[in-house]
């Protein structure tokens, strides 16, 4: 039986559900819930939370979120930025260090004109779970 997520009744613009969290895009900003044991809640903390935490630094201009296996992605004003787990380069930052706060992803800021489509994919045993995103410079 669907439950209501607390603090999610309005403003909601986008979800995504990663293997053991997800998040939504709440009045232009981002907040997750749900298993954190590499950051992908991106506030700060390696802190599991059963309810709907603020991710850091985001503000409100967020344009969608994609919720990955362990990690997360949003684009804020035709950037991407992504958190938690690392170990194979997902977070595009040029490290696999985990972190539990938004980095920017290297090379996604579009020349003017050029659109650029960026795929999120994480494989989770047989799940895969696939968000893409095109960004256009104003």
């Known amino acids: 039986v669907p439950v209501p997520v607390v603090g999610l009744s309005s403003g909601v613009g986008a979800i995504s559900a990663g293997a053991s969290h997800s998040c939504a895009v709440v009045s232009g900003a981002v907040k997750c819930w749900g298993s954190n044991r590499s950051g992908q809640l991106g506030n700060g903390t390696d802190n599991d939370s059963n309810v709907p ?4 630094g985001l503000g409100s201009r967020v344009n969608t979120v994609a919720a990955g296996g362990v990690h997360s ?29 938004p ?3 290297f090379g996604t800021t579009p020349a ?21 995103v095109t960004l256009t410079a104003p």
Do not use: E, Y
């Open 53 to 56: 935490v603020s991710v850091s």
């Open 112 to 132: 003017p004109g050029f659109p650029a489509t960026i795929t999120v994919k994480s494989t989770n045993g047989a799940r895969t779970a696939t968000a893409t």
């Open 73 to 101: 992605c949003a684009v804020v004003s035709g950037v991407v930025k992504c958190w938690g787990s690392n170990g194979a380069g997902q977070l595009g930052d040029g490290t696999d260090n985990n972190s539990n706060v």
């Open 103 to 105: 980095h920017d992803v």
